[in-house]
Nanobody, 122 residues
C-alpha cells in the first residue's frame, strides 16, 4: 500500500484544515487507518484512528471535539478534519495503515505516508 498525505499548510489559530490520505496499490477497505503527528524535537504521537468500516473512531484527548477522522473506501481515501486549530497542533502529520484493530502505537502500523506539514500561528 502506498499512502500519500496532503492538505497541510499554514493557518491561524482557530482556523481549520482538512488533511487527506490517498492510497494506491491496494484497496484501503480492509485496513485500519491512523493519523499521527510529530512536532520538532518530539516523538511521533497518535492523533486519531478509524476502523476499516468507519464504524469506530479513536482520538487522543487533546484533539477530541476538534478533529474528526473519516474515510471514503470508494475513493480509497482517509480524511482528518481539523477545526479550532491551536499552535500546539503544529507538526508533520502522517497517515498510516495496519490490518487489525486500531492501536495508538505507531510501531503497530505497517504502511506510512510521507507526511504533510501543518503550521498553526498564534
Amino acid at each position: 500500500v502506498q499512502l500519500q498525505a496532503s492538505g497541510g499548510g499554514l493557518v491561524q489559530a482557530g482556523g481549520s484544515l482538512r488533511l487527506s490520505c490517498a492510497a494506491s496499490g491496494r484497496t484501503l477497505s480492509s485496513y485500519t487507518m491512523g493519523w499521527f503527528r510529530q512536532a520538532p524535537g518530539k516523538e511521533r504521537e497518535f492523533v486519531a484512528a478509524i476502523t476499516w468500516s468507519g464504524g469506530t473512531t479513536y482520538y487522543t484527548d487533546s484533539v477530541k471535539g476538534r478533529f474528526t477522522i473519516s474515510r471514503d473506501n470508494a475513493k480509497n481515501t482517509v480524511y482528518l478534519q481539523m477545526n479550532n486549530l491551536k499552535p500546539e497542533d503544529t507538526a508533520v502529520y502522517y497517515c498510516a495503515a495496519r490490518r487489525g484493530w486500531p492501536t495508538r502505537n505507531y510501531s503497530d502500523y505497517d504502511y506510512w505516508g510521507q507526511g504533510t506539514l501543518v503550521t498553526v500561528s498564534s
